[in-house]
Structures are given as C-alpha cells and as structure tokens.
C-alpha cells in the first residue's frame, strides 16, 4: 500500500507504522457574503474526513494524511505502510 504525502524537499518513499486513525464527522460553517451594501451568512459543508497518522522512525516526525472510506477500514493501528514524503 502506497500513499502519498507532500511537503518541502525532495521526494522519497520511507516505510511507516500507523500510529493512529481517527473520524472527523461532518460539519457546516456559515462563512459571510457581502451582495453590495448586504451581507448574507453563506453555509458551508466539509465532508466526512477518515485522517490515518503514520509515523516514520528515523525521521523522527508523524505524517498524518486524509484516505477515503476504504482504504481508512483496510489498515489497522500498528500496521506498516510505504508512504511518498519530501524530505527538507
């Protein structure tokens, strides 16, 4: 299993340990909308997150990376993954 995670530096696949996952349930803000001289408040939806945080030893640093509904229930805490990071 590969994923994909971006950052500064150049790019390199390192192996990793799912350290944890977690669920961000779905939310809605209400953002302001100015129409002239009215403002109207405007709702916004963010979807449901499935976030997995994998940590790579010896970089000694946690990469945490939103994944779909699938692949979030195919791996579990402890499981090793080879995930795409750039290193700075």
């Given at each position: ?5 971006v ?7 390192v192996k990793?340990?799912v350290?944890?996952?977690h669920v961000?349930?779905p939310?809605?803000?209400?953002k302001?909308?100015y129409?002239?001289?009215?403002m109207?408040?405007m709702p916004?939806?963010?979807?449901e997150?499935?976030?997995i945080?994998?940590?790579v030893?010896?970089l000694n640093?946690q990469?945490?990376?939103n ?5 979030y ?14 290193i700075k």
């Amino acid at each position: 299993m590969l994923l994909s995670l971006v950052a500064c530096g150049k790019k390199t696949d390192v192996k990793g340990v799912v350290v944890s996952k977690h669920v961000n349930p779905p939310h809605t803000i209400y953002k302001p909308f100015y129409n002239g001289k009215v403002m109207m408040m405007m709702p916004y939806t963010y979807p449901e997150e499935h976030i997995i945080v994998v940590e790579v030893d010896w970089l000694n640093e946690q990469f945490k990376r939103n994944v779909g509904y699938d692949l979030y229930n195919e791996v579990s805490v402890g499981d090793s993954v080879m995930i795409t990071v750039r290193i700075k």
